[in-house]
């Protein structure tokens, strides 16, 4: 008898971006126990480059990487890209906890002038996280 795997392709692509291994491997495993497939970048320009030739259903960004405002400025690349406008937004940061910064969105208008969707403090509860991740899929695929 001969065993075959498959993989799940049509399974909704997440897009992960930060540059710590072990949030990029927090992350993956989560989203990929509920059923999603994650592809993880420690980097905006190579999960960018990426999204080029897949375009995936949600991109989650840490904010700060090379830079303080790294995350919002992949963020706002995403949302001003005609391609991938539509794509649904998170940010997920350690600035409050580590460093003190308050990024905290106060409404939806903080939200859209950080152009994202959604925000997580780090560690994000992994719960809140899936459940903000179908909500937001599942509203982009009625668009």
Same mark, same amino acid.
């Given at each position: 008898?001969?065993?075959?795997?498959?993989?799940?392709?049509?399974?909704?692509?997440?897009? %992960?971006?930060?540059?710590? &291994?072990? %949030?990029?491997?927090?992350?993956?495993?989560?989203?990929? #126990?509920?059923?999603?497939?994650?592809?993880?970048? *420690?980097?905006?320009?190579?999960?960018?480059?990426?999204?080029?030739?897949?375009?995936? #259903?949600?991109?989650?960004?840490?904010?700060?990487?090379?830079?303080?405002?790294?995350?919002?400025? &992949?963020?706002?690349?995403?949302?001003?890209?005609?391609? &991938?406008?539509?794509?649904?937004?998170?940010?997920?940061?350690?600035?409050?906890?580590?460093?003190?910064?308050? &990024?905290?969105?106060?409404?939806?208008?903080?939200?859209? #002038?950080?152009?994202?969707?959604?925000?997580?403090?780090?560690?994000?509860?992994? *719960?809140?996280?899936?459940?903000?991740?179908?909500?937001?899929?599942?509203?982009?695929? *009625?668009?």
């Amino acid at each position: 008898m001969k065993l075959e795997l498959y993989m799940i392709t049509d399974a909704p692509l997440i897009v %992960v971006v930060d540059d710590d &291994f072990d %949030v990029l491997e927090w992350c993956r495993l989560i989203l990929e #126990a509920v059923g999603f497939r994650v592809a993880c970048f *420690q980097n905006s320009d190579a999960a960018y480059a990426a999204m080029k030739k897949e375009i995936p #259903a949600l991109v989650i960004t840490d904010l700060m990487m090379a830079n303080l405002d790294s995350g919002f400025d &992949f963020a706002r690349s995403v949302k001003e890209s005609p391609e &991938f406008s539509h794509l649904p937004v998170i940010i997920m940061t350690a600035a409050s906890s580590r460093h003190g910064f308050d &990024f905290e969105p106060k409404s939806a208008a903080d939200l859209s #002038a950080m152009h994202v969707d959604a925000y997580f403090s780090k560690p994000a509860d992994p *719960q809140a996280l899936v459940a903000k991740v179908r909500a937001l899929i599942s509203g982009n695929s *009625q668009r």
